[in-house]
């Protein structure tokens, strides 16, 4: 790492912390030609591939804008597209490469958002998979009722024998 005052190529690190719950790393650093200190901040680049084959880093904001259209007068809340949006970039990173193509992105969106809303699901899944008829969008909704969903489920949160969201 090269030193920011004297331009030195060399450093010698001091310390390192993670931060950002692990997401990036905090290193105290020391010049030894003119002996200064400083604070490095590392974050591993995630980098999206678009179709074209342009590279670009990746952008959680680009994913809450695309899901908040396919949520449009839907009861989902900035806080449910944020905590998807998290997810969506959990899940790749996961897969631990450093490039991933953008319709792995898009499959990652599709996962979480079936089970926040299955209506903003179909909205989404019929422009990222080209629907071109009814037939696609039937196909579709026999498949989502075939599964069964969270919102389908009991709630366990009364006692039993009771009645919820009646």
């Known amino acids: 790492m090269r030193c920011?005052?004297?331009?030195?190529a060399d450093s010698?690190?001091?310390?390192?912390?993670?931060?950002?719950?692990?997401?990036?790393?905090?290193?105290?650093?020391?010049?030894?030609?003119?002996?200064?200190?400083?604070?490095?901040?590392?974050?591993?680049?995630?980098?999206?591939?678009?179709?074209?084959?342009?590279s670009e880093p990746f952008n959680r904001s680009?994913?809450?804008?695309?899901?908040?259209?396919?949520?449009?007068?839907?009861?989902?809340?900035e806080d449910q597209l944020q905590l998807l949006a998290q997810q969506v970039e959990d899940a790749i990173r996961a897969t631990g490469a450093a490039e991933v193509p953008s319709n792995e992105v898009g499959l990652a969106i599709l996962?979480?958002?079936?089970?926040?809303?299955?209506?903003?699901?179909?909205?989404?899944?019929?422009?990222?998979?080209?629907?071109?008829s009814v037939a696609d969008f039937e196909k579709e909704i026999a498949e989502l009722k075939a599964r069964p969903s969270q919102a389908a489920e009991p709630s366990a949160s009364g006692p039993p024998g009771t009645v919820t969201g009646a």
């Open 62 to 77: 680009k994913v809450v804008a695309g899901v908040r259209r396919a949520c449009q007068g839907r009861p989902v809340d």
């Open 111 to 132: 996962r979480p958002l079936r089970e926040l809303d299955e209506v903003a699901y179909l909205r989404f899944a019929s422009v990222y998979r080209s629907f071109t």
């Open 4 to 8: 920011p005052f004297c331009h030195n």
């Open 12 to 54: 010698r690190v001091i310390d390192s912390r993670e931060a950002d719950e692990g997401a990036t790393t905090r290193r105290r650093r020391s010049c030894p030609k003119c002996g200064r200190r400083f604070t490095t901040v590392e974050e591993a680049v995630l980098a999206v591939v678009k179709r074209s084959g342009v």
